[in-house]
């Protein structure tokens, strides 16, 4: 691990560009122009909420009127969600909700698994004592919303410290990759015990702090694999229902 000073990298928040010349050269706040990012983030939840039914079809000149944005731009996004599995495309019929299945979102626990994996093997190699301090009050953080019910804001900063691990790997395809997978974490809750996930996600940042990459790797794998070990037992009890989490 190194020592030298610095911080946790921050997950990068992309916003969108709200500014919007009107015909007289002025700026309007009224009509914001949108990006492909914010119409993805959009449709991505409108899809996980079940706003957008599986099968239901997305048409891009009524998405385009929607938005009032040219067509061009929900290509594009429409294209990352398919990149996400989240739609699909039948040809000469258009584009469609894809079915999210238990064997879908069991699937992408296991490429996380296999991606984390690595992600904290590089981290043993990469992280200073004051990125790792840093996570450890995130884990206690995520402990704390749990003890307080709040299982939502729980959830969310339980993914912001898995995905600064990704970050923090500095593999930058490892980055792009985890990207694909890790949407369906904003409908997927596990409802472990606060108290057992803080635990884990101190043993595998004492790992990292160590040096010890065999260690945060199967740490980290057990970590994961339990995670999707409930939500599979949560399927098979028909206990299941996808919810948004921002």
Same mark, same amino acid.
């Given at each position: ?16 560009? &709200? ?13 914001? +122009?949108? %990006? !492909?990012?914010? /119409? *993805? #983030? ?11 039914k599986p099968g239901s079809k997305l048409r891009q ?33 258009g584009v469609y909700v894809s079915k999210l299945d ?8 296991? &490429? ?13 190699? +990469?992280? %200073? !004592?004051?990125? /790792? *301090? #840093? ?112």
């Open positions: 691990m190194r020592t030298r000073k610095g911080s946790a990298s921050a997950a990068v928040i992309e916003k969108p560009d &709200v500014s919007l010349t009107s015909g007289d050269g002025e700026s309007s706040s009224k009509q914001p +122009r949108l %990006t !492909r990012h914010h /119409i *993805r #983030e959009t449709l991505q939840r409108m899809i996980l909420t079940g706003e957008r000149q009524e998405l385009a009127e929607q938005f009032r944005v040219a067509q061009g731009v929900v290509r594009e996004a429409l294209l990352e969600l398919r990149a996400y599995g989240l739609v699909e495309t039948i040809d000469r019929r238990k064997e879908k979102v069991l699937e992408s626990f296991e &490429v996380r698994e296999m991606h984390e994996a690595l992600a904290v093997r590089r981290c043993c190699e +990469r992280v %200073t !004592r004051v990125q /790792i *301090r #840093e996570l450890m009050d995130m884990a206690e953080r995520i402990y704390e919303l749990g003890v307080a019910g709040k299982l939502d804001e729980m959830g969310s900063l339980d993914r912001q410290l898995h995905s600064q691990l990704i970050h923090l790997s500095g593999n930058s395809m490892l980055i792009r990759l985890a990207d694909n997978y890790r949407v369906l974490g904003k409908f997927v809750r596990a409802d472990r015990d606060p108290g057992v996930v803080r635990d884990e996600h101190l043993a595998i940042l004492r790992a990292i702090q160590d040096g010890r990459a065999d260690d945060a790797e199967r740490l980290v794998r057990q970590h994961v694999a339990a995670a999707r070990i409930a939500v599979e037992k949560r399927y098979e009890n028909s206990e299941f229902e996808p919810k948004w989490v921002v």
